[in-house]
């Protein structure tokens, strides 16, 4: 899971305790108490062995294994990570929406030059089809845990952060902050102008109406592409249009 770093990606570490941590060119976080939405918190030692589908999954990716704490963290041991309840290092949810089990994994490569780390997911309609949810890059990725519903899912690159940017499954690939139907979402900007809602997903199209800094509306479509995407939304007093993800805004208009 591109489980980011919070120096790289804007995490805020948390004097109260354990991790969780956090790449789309505008980087959103949620933000969640450290008790809840943790990927192992159910799972207590001894722990299973790894999903059946995940094992045969990596047998295609040459060099590629799970994550190993006492040989490629440097940071933390897997006692540690089990007391947080980031362990094991994967997660078993229905990530596409087909109402079966899949699964999501902080893996390794290791190399001569060095270790690489990522997260991948099997989904249970093609289990011997490996989808990167975050590439292999050489920031270590601590575990994961699932953000703001079941189907996303926060890679620790920082364990003691209160923020992390979670991914969804989104038909074609993982993306960063994509929201869902039906899902609630504050849209500002940083000078807290009034902001348009389009007639249709285009920035050239006619705005049909505008509506105050830090609204909170609800997504009713997806439009766009993983590089710009644009959501139908309704106002709280009915007024509806499309926004793009760039003026989604949680974390600006927060409290």
């Given at each position: 899971?591109?489980?980011?770093?919070?120096?790289?990606?804007?995490?805020?570490r948390?004097?109260d305790?354990?991790?969780?941590?956090?790449?789309?060119?505008?980087?959103?976080?949620?933000?969640?108490?450290?008790?809840?939405?943790?990927?192992?918190?159910?799972?207590?030692?001894?722990?299973?062995?790894?999903?059946?589908?995940?094992?045969?999954?990596?047998?295609?990716?040459?060099?590629?294994?799970?994550?190993?704490?006492?040989?490629?963290?440097?940071?933390?041991?897997?006692?540690?990570?089990?007391?947080?309840?980031?362990?094991?290092?994967?997660l078993?949810?229905?990530?596409d929406?087909?109402?079966?089990?899949?699964?999501?994994?902080?893996?390794?490569?290791?190399?001569?030059?060095?270790?690489?780390?990522?997260?991948?997911?099997?989904?249970a309609?093609?289990?011997?089809?490996?989808?990167?949810?975050?590439?292999?890059?050489?920031?270590?990725?601590?575990?994961?845990?699932?953000?703001?519903?079941?189907?996303?899912?926060?890679?620790?690159f920082?364990?003691?952060?209160?923020?992390?940017?979670?991914?969804?499954?989104?038909?074609?690939?993982?993306?960063?902050?994509?929201?869902?139907?039906?899902?609630?979402?504050?849209?500002?900007?940083?000078?807290?102008?009034d902001?348009?809602?389009?007639?249709?997903?285009?920035?050239?199209?006619?705005?049909?109406?505008?509506?105050?800094?830090?609204?909170?509306?609800?997504?009713?479509?997806?439009?766009?592409?993983?590089?710009?995407?644009?959501?139908?939304?309704?106002?709280?007093?009915?007024?509806?249009?499309?926004?793009?993800d760039?003026?989604?805004?949680?974390?600006?208009?927060?409290?």
């Amino acid at each position: 899971m591109d489980f980011g770093h919070g120096d790289r990606l804007g995490g805020k570490r948390s004097r109260d305790g354990p991790p969780v941590g956090s790449p789309k060119a505008r980087v959103t976080f949620f933000v969640f108490p450290f008790s809840l939405f943790l990927f192992g918190a159910v799972q207590q030692p001894p722990a299973a062995p790894p999903p059946a589908a995940l094992v045969e999954a990596l047998k295609a990716e040459p060099g590629v294994r799970l994550l190993v704490p006492a040989t490629d963290l440097r940071e933390y041991s897997e006692a540690e990570l089990r007391k947080f309840g980031y362990w094991p290092p994967w997660l078993v949810r229905d990530l596409d929406g087909d109402k079966q089990a899949d699964v999501a994994a902080v893996v390794v490569k290791p190399s001569p030059a060095g270790t690489e780390y990522g997260v991948v997911a099997i989904h249970a309609q093609a289990p011997r089809s490996v989808e990167w949810v975050v590439p292999l890059d050489t920031e270590p990725i601590n575990g994961g845990t699932q953000g703001p519903a079941p189907d996303t899912v926060v890679p620790l690159f920082c364990v003691a952060c209160d923020a992390g940017l979670w991914f969804r499954w989104s038909g074609e690939e993982y993306e960063t902050t994509l929201y869902a139907a039906g899902e609630k979402i504050d849209i500002g900007s940083e000078t807290q102008a009034d902001l348009p809602l389009y007639s249709s997903a285009n920035l050239a199209s006619k705005p049909v109406t505008t509506v105050p800094h830090c609204t909170t509306v609800v997504v009713q479509k997806l439009g766009g592409t993983p590089d710009l995407r644009w959501y139908f939304v309704e106002t709280p007093d009915g007024q509806r249009g499309w926004v793009s993800d760039k003026v989604t805004a949680p974390d600006i208009c927060v409290g």
